[in-house]
């Protein structure tokens, strides 16, 4: 029986203009559901060749820039002024989730490739995007976003597409108090099958969708739903409409800033796996506000 077609959409950072974005779209054909796990790893080595690439068009090879880095950590305090400044790349995997149509998928487009469509087609399975950020001077952020299709609760494959994943969104439509009654239940689902390194929860926002649309239930007394997001455990919630473009870089922030935060805890500084790649000279801390609508 065959899944889904799967497409993947990348916004990849302009090299030449402080920021812009590009798209590549590349279709990686039908996939079986006993081949998923496989297909899933071909996915994530694309995009690791990516990475790679794009790392070394703008400063040579991974291993020629973990060389120089080493000889950088070894300078003494008299030259290290004069170094050149440390270039940090981080790849996340975020997972977006919810009832099927919340808008998960128009949040998903909107961020990456500020477009919105009314048409609406229900994702299988899963689907993914990569959103890269220029995050300040020393940092490029590049965002696996995955798109999971709300029916997929009720199936197996959840543990697998939240493998490794660092934060995640959980998406309810407040037009419909029903989608709200669930979001408990994906919350369960995922804290029961990701965990940081540390063995607490991974950092998960909730976005009230479509609030350019009359609302019901919970979120006409936001006092309720402060009280609600502390004692489930929520990084924070926002209100979001991908129609209209509201709060969705707000609430992309503030996960980011959470995910960078469990980050440096757990890495204390360090690069330990192959995708992040810091690209030359020293380090240098960057501190940023916390962009929360809780």
């Not at 995708?275 to 801390?285: T, V």
Request: one cysteine or more; a positive charge.
């Amino acid at each position: 029986m065959v899944t889904r077609v799967i497409t993947v959409v990348s916004s990849v950072a302009s090299r030449t203009n402080g920021g812009a974005t590009s798209d590549l779209e590349l279709d990686l054909g039908s996939v079986k559901s006993a081949d998923i796990s496989g297909t899933l790893r071909r996915r994530s080595s694309i995009l690791r060749g990516w990475i790679k690439r794009g790392a070394e068009s703008r400063g040579g090879s991974v291993t020629h820039q973990r060389q120089h880095l080493q000889q950088g950590r070894t300078m003494t305090k008299s030259n290290m002024s004069t170094a050149p400044t440390e270039k940090r790349e981080h790849l996340y995997k975020i997972l977006v989730i919810g009832e099927l149509g919340t808008g998960k998928t128009s949040f998903i487009k909107r961020y990456v490739h500020q477009f919105f469509s009314q048409n609406y087609r229900a994702t299988i399975g899963v689907d993914f995007a990569l959103k890269v950020l220029n995050w300040d001077q020393n940092t490029i952020i590049r965002l696996q976003l995955w798109d999971i299709a709300g029916q997929e609760r009720f199936g197996n494959m959840t543990r697998v597409y939240y493998k490794e994943a660092v934060g995640a969104f959980i998406v309810f439509d407040v037009t419909r108090n029903a989608t709200f009654e669930a979001v408990i239940k994906w919350k369960q689902d995922l804290d029961s099958k990701v965990q940081l390194p540390n063995g607490k929860p991974i950092p998960c926002i909730l976005l009230a969708n479509k609030s350019d649309q009359p609302k019901q239930g919970i979120v006409t007394t936001p006092a309720k739903l402060d009280e609600y997001v502390k004692e489930h455990g929520f990084a924070g919630w926002f209100e979001t409409s991908a129609k209209e473009n509201v709060n969705i870089e707000e609430a992309a922030k503030s996960l980011v800033n959470k995910i960078l935060m469990n980050d440096k805890q757990t890495n204390a500084g360090e690069i330990v796996d192959s995708d992040r790649f810091a690209l030359a000279g020293g380090s240098k801390d960057s501190h940023q506000k916390k962009n929360c609508a809780c």
